[in-house]
C-alpha cells in the first residue's frame, strides 16, 4: 500500500530565508507525486507534479521537488521565502498500478512566514 | 474558464439527518474524485467516477455514505444518519481521465463545510 510522511506539521521560516518541506513516500512501483498548496479559505492547487521525466520538477511561485528514489523523498524547496507562502501544502502519491489514480495524501504541514 | 464548484459551501445538520452535497465538475472531465478532509489532517480518498460508473468505492466509511454521477457531469455526496465523526470538509476533484493517466492534475473545488451538531 502507499503512504505518504511529512514531517513537521508546522515549519516557520524567516521572509527570505529558504524553505524546506519534508515529504517521503512508500510505494512498490515508481509513483506520481505531487506537491499541493492549500490557502486559507480557498481549495487546493496544484504546485508541481513529477511523473518519470526529470527528476528535479520546477513549479508555480518559484517553487521545486527533487525526487530521490534512494531516498523514497520528495522535498520541497524554495531559495527565499515571500510572505504570501505563507499557507499548508500536502504531499501527495498515486499509483501506476491503481487504474482510478486516486491520490495519497500526507497530513500536511502549515508554513508559517515570519516578516 | 470555470473551475470545479461545489455546493453547498457550508452546510450545519443535526445529528441523525441526512445530507445531500453537490459537486459539478470542469467540463469535458471524465474523472471525478471525492475526498474527505478532517480538522487538521490531511485529506482521505472516499470515492472515484469514470464517466458515470464507480470502480473504485474503496474509501466511503460505511454505508451510510453513498455517491452517485449522471451526465458524466454533476456528482452528488449522501450521507445518511449523519454522526458528529462525519464533521468534515468535503472535497471534489476532477481531472480530464486521459493524457497522462494518474500524472494528470486533478483540480479541486473549495469543498463543503459539514458540521454535525
Known amino acids: 500500500a502507499q503512504s505518504v510522511t511529512q514531517l513537521g506539521s508546522h515549519v516557520s521560516v524567516s521572509e527570505g530565508a529558504l524553505v524546506l518541506l519534508r515529504c517521503n513516500y512508500s510505494?512498490?512501483?515508481?509513483?506520481?507525486l505531487f506537491w499541493y498548496v492549500q490557502y486559507p479559505n480557498q481549495g487546493l492547487q496544484l504546485l508541481l507534479k513529477?511523473?518519470?521525466?526529470?527528476?528535479l520538477v520546477k513549479g508555480i511561485n518559484g517553487f521545486e521537488a527533487e525526487f530521490k528514489k534512494s531516498e523514497t523523498s520528495f522535498h520541497l524547496t524554495k531559495p527565499s521565502a515571500h510572505m504570501r507562502d505563507a499557507a499548508e501544502y500536502f504531499c501527495?502519491?498515486?499509483?501506476?498500478?491503481?487504474?482510478?489514480?486516486?491520490?495519497?495524501f500526507g497530513s500536511g504541514t502549515r508554513l508559517l512566514v515570519r516578516p | 474558464g470555470a473551475g470545479v464548484s461545489q455546493s453547498p459551501s457550508n452546510k450545519v445538520t443535526e445529528k441523525g439527518k441526512d445530507v445531500e452535497l453537490r459537486c459539478d465538475p470542469i467540463?469535458?472531465?471524465?474523472?471525478l474524485y471525492w475526498y474527505r478532509q478532517r480538522l487538521g489532517q490531511g485529506l482521505e480518498f472516499l470515492i472515484y467516477?469514470?464517466?458515470?460508473?464507480?470502480p473504485d468505492k474503496s474509501g466511503l466509511p460505511s454505508d451510510r455514505f453513498s455517491a452517485e454521477r449522471t451526465g458524466e457531469s454533476v456528482s452528488t455526496l449522501t450521507i445518511q444518519r449523519t454522526q458528529q465523526e462525519d464533521s468534515a470538509v468535503y472535497l471534489c476533484?476532477?481531472?480530464?481521465?486521459w493524457g497522462e493517466g494518474g500524472g494528470n492534475e486533478q483540480f479541486f473545488g473549495p469543498g463543503t463545510r459539514l458540521t454535525v451538531l
Open positions: 467516477f469514470q464517466g458515470n460508473s464507480a
Open positions: 467540463s469535458g472531465h471524465t474523472a
Open positions: 510505494s512498490s512501483v515508481p509513483p506520481y
Open positions: 476533484a476532477s481531472s480530464p481521465g
Open positions: 501527495a502519491v498515486s499509483s501506476r498500478m491503481d487504474s482510478s489514480y486516486k491520490l495519497i
Open positions: 513529477y511523473t518519470s521525466a526529470a527528476t
